[in-house]
C-alpha cells in the first residue's frame, strides 16, 4: 500500500490477493471506509475455485479525515450459489490531510 498520510485529492495504491485451499468458488475485494463510516468494496477480482484473485488499484482520497483498507475473502458453497464472507485480513489506515 501507499504511504500512510497523505494529502487530500491525492491518490492511493491499494492492492492484495488471497485465497484457501478450500475447493469452492472464492472472490478476493478490497474494501474501504472513510472515518467510522460503513465498509464500501471498492474492487473486486473474477475469483475462481480453489483462487479467490488479486487485486490492484488506485482510490483517490476525497477529504480529510481517516481512510481504512481491508482485503475481504467471500466463498460460495457447492450447494449455494451465495457468496458469504470468509475471512478480512488486518486493517490498514491512511490519514488524510
Known amino acids: 500500500m501507499s504511504p500512510h498520510t497523505v494529502k487530500a485529492g491525492a491518490r492511493v495504491h491499494v492492492k492484495g490477493d488471497a485465497s484457501n485451499d478450500a475447493d469452492v ?3 478476493f475485494c478490497v474494501q474501504q471506509r472513510q472515518d467510522k463510516g460503513p465498509w464500501r468494496t471498492v474492487k473486486c477480482a ?21 481512510l481504512q483498507f481491508r482485503g475481504a475473502l467471500y466463498e460460495a458453497g457447492w450447494t449455494s450459489h451465495r457468496l458469504h464472507l ?3 485480513t488486518p486493517t490498514e489506515t491512511v490519514r488524510v490531510r
Do not use: P
Open 25 to 27: 468458488f472464492q472472490k
Open 46 to 66: 473474477h475469483g475462481g475455485i480453489g483462487l479467490g484473485g488479486t487485486v490492484d488499484t488506485w482510490v483517490q482520497a476525497k477529504r480529510r479525515g481517516t
Open 86 to 88: 470468509q475471512t478480512v
